[in-house]
Nanobody
Framework: QVQVVESGGDLVQAGGSLRLSCAAS????????IGWYRQAPGKQREWVAR???????DYADSVKGRFSISRDNAKNTVHLLMNNLKPEDTGMYYC???????????????WGQGTQVTVSS
């Protein structure tokens, strides 16, 4: 079992920046990837960004060039730096941790409770 805790959400004006953090607890599972998703009121949860165990990153088109995901492997922590925020970035941001016992083993995923980001116009 992996505990996932997000932090850093806040109310910010359009054009501002926020840095979200996601901390995953230690376990005997290996972390394969950590990603961020968001969900706006009345909308489906959507994928935002992901970083893999080898450091590879990927972003949704809507946030490319504005968001940056980074990882501190020693601390099992991932950060999402969000610049030039827009009102449409408003939502609950969730951290998603994908784990396994090793190559070829099934993957298990864990979610945090979310952190609220509100961008005012």
């Amino acid at each position: 079992q992996v505990q996932v805790v997000e932090s850093g959400g806040d109310l910010v004006q359009a054009g501002g920046s926020l840095r979200l953090s996601c901390a995953a607890s230690e376990s005997d599972l290996s972390i394969n990837a950590i990603g961020w998703y968001r969900q706006a009121p009345g909308k489906q949860r959507e994928w935002v960004a992901r970083i893999s165990s080898d450091g590879g990153t990927d972003y949704a088109d809507s946030v490319k060039g504005r968001f940056s995901i980074s990882r501190d492997n020693a601390k099992n922590t991932v950060h999402l730096l969000m610049n030039n925020l827009k009102p449409e970035d408003t939502g609950m941001y969730y951290c998603h941790v994908v784990t396994s016992y090793g190559v070829g083993w099934p993957e298990y995923d864990f979610w945090g409770q979310g952190t609220q980001v509100t961008v005012s116009s």
